[in-house]
């Protein structure tokens, strides 16, 4: 991997009524680590996204927000990889996750969408599974009593709670310090120090 550069692509629909979504926890992030660095997002049309950069030590991080709405997050993370010619050990993807309980952190190299649709989109418009993705648990959607169904949409385009989110500024912070030391430490290191994260026992 080009150390150098460091590409992180978080997920998440575009506009104010979506900003505190569960669903945006891909953005919720960037935007937590970009504040960190004083650097400020601006849009860049010909990536489709939101863009910022700066760099930690020898490295330059790239950030990105789509703006092209979650189903099609595929779009701006190709314009993305066409643009630079990335090489897709280089890409990081931040994304929600239903299966994991708030306060759990998963880093994968490859993998199905496990139901996601910007995952899906993502694999569908790159044509492969193989690229990072870096999951974020939102817990499980409650279950509709009438009907039994799980309310999976109401979940995830429902807003993060004041509970919740005392444990995700735990989980933003080891992600951003993981993230930092993607520069200088070893990947599997840093994979298992995030899998083996949680935030309600920390």
């Known amino acids: 991997m080009n150390k150098n550069e460091i590409f992180i692509i978080g997920l998440g629909n575009p506009g104010k009524e979506y900003i505190n979504n569960r669903h945006n926890i891909g953005f919720l992030l960037l935007e937590n680590f970009s504040k ?4 400020k997002f601006t849009l860049k049309n010909k990536f489709k996204s939101l863009y910022t950069e700066f760099k930690i030590n020898d490295s330059i991080y790239r950030l990105f927000m789509p703006n092209t709405y979650m189903n099609n997050s595929g779009d701006a993370v190709r314009a993305i990889v066409d643009w630079y010619k990335i090489n897709l050990d280089q890409l990081f993807i931040i994304v929600d996750d239903i299966d994991l309980p708030v ?5 994968r190299k490859k993998g199905s969408s496990g139901g996601h649709n910007g995952l899906k989109d993502i694999i569908k418009k790159l044509q492969t599974e193989n690229f990072n993705r870096i999951k974020i648990g939102i817990g499980a959607p409650p279950v509709n009593d009438k009907t039994k169904n799980l309310n999976t949409i109401s979940h995830v385009l429902g807003n993060i709670s004041s509970k ?11 992600l951003i310090e993981s993230l930092e030391e993607l520069a200088t430490k070893n990947e599997d290191y840093i994979i298992s120090k995030l899998n083996s994260f949680n935030a309600e026992k920390n």
């Open 36 to 39: 960190e660095n004083n650097a």
């Open 164 to 174: 919740e989110n005392v444990t995700l500024t735990k989980v933003y912070q080891q």
């Open 103 to 107: 306060g759990k952190i998963r880093f």
